[in-house]
Each structure stands twice: as structure tokens, then as C-alpha cells.
């Protein structure tokens, strides 16, 4: 009995190992890393932040969706939770850069905040 791959051109060989190659490590490059506590990230958009991790409370600042992000440390990962029909994970982070609150507040960096972070929201500079 003969076996397939070795019966293969050469040439069709090299190609299938490339697009294997490829093929795993686009999974690396397009996976997105975990968050874990102690982690620095940025994040893009409005966001809510709150004193309290829950839905109940009105939520202290929001900010701008301005082209630094924000930027934060996490401090504690909190419990899973669904808003607005998006599940997500509530994080205590504590911020590593000042920003503006669209109330026209200026807050300055090392205040602390949970932050509701949706499953789907892209997140940027994990380290």
C-alpha cells in the first residue's frame, strides 16, 4: 500500500504545507488576546462609567468618542452580564490617562470605575 501525500509532486506539496501554515497562523494574527486583571488596554467610543457594576445606577460619566480612546487598567474583572440584548462582562479598571466626559468634565487619570464591556467590542493595545 502506498501512501497518497508522498505520491504528490513536490511542488503540491510545498503548497499544501503553505496554506496550512496560513491557515493557522491567521488564526493567530485575527484572534483577539484575553483580558485579564492587570491588564492596559484602549477602548473606542462613548463609554458608560459607573461607581457601581450595575445597571441600576445612573452612570457617573460618559465619554467622548474622541480619537485617543480610553485608556485603563484593569483592576478586577467582575461578573458576566447582558445590556442592551449584548453580553458583555464588567470590569474595575482604574484609568491610565486623563479624557473628557461629554458633560464637558475633565477627568483626570488614576480614577477608578467599573465599565460594562460587551463581548463584541473591540479592544486595542493589550498588553
Not at 496560513?22 to 473606542?44: G, M, N, T, V
Not at 447582558?82 to 487619570?109: C, F, H, R
Amino acid at each position: 500500500m502506498t501512501n497518497t501525500f508522498f505520491s504528490i509532486t513536490t511542488g503540491t506539496k510545498r503548497s499544501i504545507i503553505v496554506v496550512i501554515v496560513l491557515c493557522f497562523s491567521s488564526l493567530f494574527l485575527f484572534s483577539q488576546p484575553e483580558i485579564k486583571e492587570l491588564s492596559y488596554f484602549r477602548l473606542q467610543g462613548e463609554i458608560e462609567l459607573r461607581t457601581q457594576a450595575c445597571f441600576n445606577s445612573k452612570y457617573k460619566y460618559r465619554t467622548l468618542n474622541h480619537e485617543g480612546g480610553v485608556k485603563v487598567r484593569v483592576l478586577k474583572i467582575g461578573s458576566t452580564d447582558v445590556y442592551n440584548s449584548q453580553k458583555g462582562k464588567w470590569l474595575y479598571v482604574i484609568l491610565t490617562a486623563p479624557l473628557w466626559a461629554d458633560s464637558g468634565e475633565w477627568i483626570e487619570k488614576y480614577n477608578k470605575f467599573w465599565i460594562f464591556l460587551p463581548d463584541s467590542m473591540e479592544v486595542f493595545d493589550i498588553t
